[in-house]
């Protein structure tokens, strides 16, 4: 009977972490690097031991990345993070998504019918709502994806200062409000999630930066 030999790959979820940390110039040579001890480890220790080692080193070299490139470029990753924060007060602090869906909705409702009835007013309230919630979780959606590209190279790095930021945020203005209102001690769960969609954002833009540059280095190759 042939015995398998278990399939020596590391993590996914780490190594797609340092992906969106690193740089085109070092992704590779870093990736190699772990990637040679992760084998030569699971070979003498075994594949378990080698997996919580490439975990560690994963979290250690992007702490690393985080903190050199908030030395190399400080007033870039500065001056996002504060535009991004900008651009979140202005938007929800205004209610654009608010104004924005109702005048939409006002504008085709008022062509439709001249008046409403109770199911068309039940309807409109529907959706209206339904709409507004959407458009606050795409405007910290969008944020996350201008400031990441706004980073160019450091797109990680921007979107997650920003998300801590915004965290501690918010976690300073919820222990503010429980300790002087204990009646509504609630969660901010739509400032959570928003923060998270910061985040997503910053990825989707990394990702689409890392196909194109693949696509463009397989042309260029011979």
């Known amino acids: 009977m042939r015995s398998r030999t278990p399939c020596l790959r590391p993590p996914l979820i780490a190594s797609w972490l340092i992906g969106l940390f690193t740089s085109g110039a070092h992704e590779d040579a870093?990736?190699?690097?772990?990637?040679?001890?992760?084998?030569?480890?699971?070979?003498?220790?075994?594949?378990?031991?080698?997996?919580?080692?490439?975990w560690r080193q994963s979290i250690k070299t992007v702490g690393n990345l985080m903190g050199t490139g908030l030395r190399t470029a400080p007033w870039l990753i500065a001056s996002t993070v504060i535009?991004?924060?900008?651009?979140?007060?202005?938007?929800?602090?205004?209610?654009?998504?608010e104004l924005l869906i109702d005048a939409v909705i006002e504008l085709r409702w008022h062509h439709v019918v001249p008046y409403y009835t109770q199911r068309e007013m039940d309807a409109y309230m529907f959706w209206f709502g339904t709409a507004v919630m959407i458009g606050y979780l795409l405007v910290p959606l969008f944020v996350g994806c201008i400031v990441a590209t706004v980073a160019k190279a450091r797109e990680m790095i921007a979107t997650v200062t920003l998300s801590v930021f915004l965290f501690a945020r918010t976690v300073v203005a919820w222990f503010n409000l429980a300790r002087h209102r204990p009646e509504l001690p609630q969660l901010p769960i739509m400032a959570l999630v928003g923060i998270l969609l910061v985040l997503i954002g910053g990825v989707m833009v990394r990702e689409v930066r890392r196909v194109a540059r693949g696509r463009r280095s397989n042309l260029a190759a011979p």
């Open 83 to 97: 535009g991004g924060y900008l651009m979140l007060q202005l938007a929800l602090g205004f209610a654009l998504p």
């Open 30 to 54: 870093i990736s190699g690097d772990l990637l040679e001890e992760f084998s030569d480890l699971a070979s003498k220790s075994g594949l378990p031991y080698a997996r919580r080692w490439y």
